[in-house]
């Protein structure tokens, strides 16, 4: 069974960038998507970005494009999201999932981390 484990959280002043890792093991990767959730105090988990293993095609949740982006390195079995420009509005925590299908939606992935903490102060 797939595990994940999310790292690079922080405090960052608003502007900075931070860039989280997902370390991936317990499987075989090539069928999966690996994707970026995150939810802020009070409010629903949302999609961020996904990625899927074999070929590295990436997905954004529209607003986040331009800011985020999400890459693979499959020799060490990890995703990276890298978080520029960021704003107090990003502060959430931060979870990587594993799923079969490229999707926004939480369903579609059935192994989750234990997420990580991102704090953008203004």
């Known amino acids: 069974q797939v595990q994940l484990g999310e790292s690079g959280g922080g405090l960052v002043q608003a502007g900075g960038s931070l860039r989280l890792s997902c370390a991936a093991s317990?499987?075989?990767?090539?069928?999966?998507?690996i994707g970026w959730f995150r939810q802020a105090p009070g409010k629903e988990r949302e999609f961020v970005a996904a990625v899927t293993w074999s070929g590295g095609s990436t997905y954004y949740a529209g607003s986040l494009k331009c800011r985020f982006t999400i890459s693979r390195d499959g020799a060490k079995n990890t995703v990276h999201l890298q978080m520029n420009s960021l704003k107090p509005e990003d502060t959430a925590v931060y979870y990587c999932?594993?799923?079969?299908?490229?999707?926004?939606?939480?369903?579609?992935?059935?192994?989750w981390g234990q997420g990580t903490q991102v704090t953008v102060s203004s």
């Open positions: 317990g499987g075989t990767f090539s069928s999966y998507v």
């Open positions: 999932a594993a799923g079969h299908r490229a999707s926004a939606k939480e369903y579609d992935y059935n192994a």
